[in-house]
């Protein structure tokens, strides 16, 4: 029998935002002017290139479109990239195509380029509902205008549409997050992420924490709010499926991120895009301008690599299987896992079901503690 090829995904690095947030350190920039995206496409379409000649024929199972803020560059360009994909791969069946937007850079007209031109599912970043909240994120958008994006995309022909939230954000309060679970569950959305807030050093945010002008995160508040963001989303028919997602269906459910957490290969392609293919790491230069000048000089944009032994590859299948509903099997952890396995047991934080080792409500919530455990 032939062997199954393994899944490959086409990631799509867009690094522009009109602004930068102050809790974000992605690899983003303010674009200079409008002949920064002109560069940046250019030099896309010839990664996508690169990407076809060093793989050959593959099948694509999924595209996403991450940064950044893709939507900045509207619909035209980034249906232009997804043809280009298109043109170098074949695209499953079926195939996921994903944008990630913010709601202040969605309208009617842009959503409905994007279904046409053949996206399947839109991410949104809504993070709260509560002004004070958007103002510490320093984000754009007013609290209403996340749901009013979800429904225009639902309009637009999206069946598969999800806000992202963040919680434990200072100043905000159970009563805040409440409300922010609401309103994300007021318009019809099948997909919800919720991740907590992370003070990441260098930030906007990790300065004024740092000098006092705004408390530190508090671990038990966004305990809290784990359980209830679970309980009440079980609640609405929502299912978790990985640490921080839920989905209302299986087909609803964010395909190309499975594809990391299951260690399938992908091809980053973007300023800063990392990449995996068949065990190997690597990982493109950073800043725009570099990357479009190794591209446009006939070269590549690759600043670095790894290559994984056995014993990473299987100390990751350990620690990405554990993320997902399901676990993992038994015959993963070892002998020394084996034992830690009881003492985990013990504690109420995973469960053995036909087989498999499923981490709990309460796993989930000491999620790294249990993985470091059971990999030690």
């Not at 996508?48 to 479109?65: C, D, P």
Request: proline fraction near 5%; aromatic fraction near 8%.
């Amino acid at each position: 029998m032939a062997q199954r090829a393994t899944p490959l995904g086409i990631y799509i690095h867009v690094p522009f935002c009109a602004a930068r947030c102050g809790y974000c350190d992605f690899n983003t920039y303010v674009a200079g002017g409008p002949e920064e995206p002109r560069g940046y496409l250019e030099a896309a379409q010839r990664e996508i290139a690169l990407a076809r000649a060093q793989l050959g024929e593959r099948v694509v199972s999924t595209v996403f479109f991450g940064g950044g803020t893709p939507t900045l560059l509207g619909a035209e360009p980034l249906v232009g990239l997804l043809d280009a994909v298109a043109a170098a791969f074949a695209l499953a069946d079926g195939v996921e195509v994903t944008a990630e937007a913010n709601p202040e850079t969605v309208t009617p007209e842009l959503l409905a380029g994007l279904r046409r031109g053949g996206f399947t599912r839109l991410s949104l970043g809504m993070q709260s509902a509560a002004a004070h909240v958007l103002a510490t994120l320093e984000r754009a958008h007013t609290p209403g205008r996340a749901v009013d994006a979800a429904r225009q995309a639902r309009e637009a022909g999206f069946e598969h549409v999800s806000l992202d939230l963040i919680y434990g954000t200072p100043g905000e309060s159970d009563e805040d997050w409440a409300a922010s679970l609401d309103a994300a569950l007021s318009c019809g959305v099948d997909h919800v992420s919720a991740y907590a807030l992370t003070l990441e050093p260098g930030t906007a945010l990790w300065r004024a924490v740092a000098r006092g002008a705004l408390p530190m995160p508090d671990d038990a508040a966004q305990a809290r709010r784990y359980a209830y963001a679970d309980e009440r989303l079980s609640a609405e028919g929502f299912h978790w499926y990985e640490l921080s997602s839920w989905a209302r269906s299986e087909a609803a459910r964010c395909s190309h991120n499975i594809g990391y957490w299951r260690s399938y290969d992908w091809w980053g392609i973007g300023p800063g895009a990392h990449s995996h293919v068949a065990g190997r790491r690597f990982w493109n230069v950073r800043h725009p301008a570099r990357y479009g000048a190794l591209l446009a000089a006939g070269g590549s944009p690759e600043e670095g690599s790894e290559l994984l032994t056995e014993a990473q590859r299987g100390l990751e299948a350990v620690m990405l299987g554990l993320r997902e509903r399901g676990g993992l099997p038994l015959a993963q952890l070892g002998g020394a896992g084996g034992l830690a396995l009881e003492r985990e047991l013990a504690r109420g934080r995973v469960v053995v079901v036909d087989g498999r080792v499923e981490l709990t409500r309460r796993g989930r919530l000491f999620a790294d503690a249990v993985i470091r455990e059971l990999t030690a």
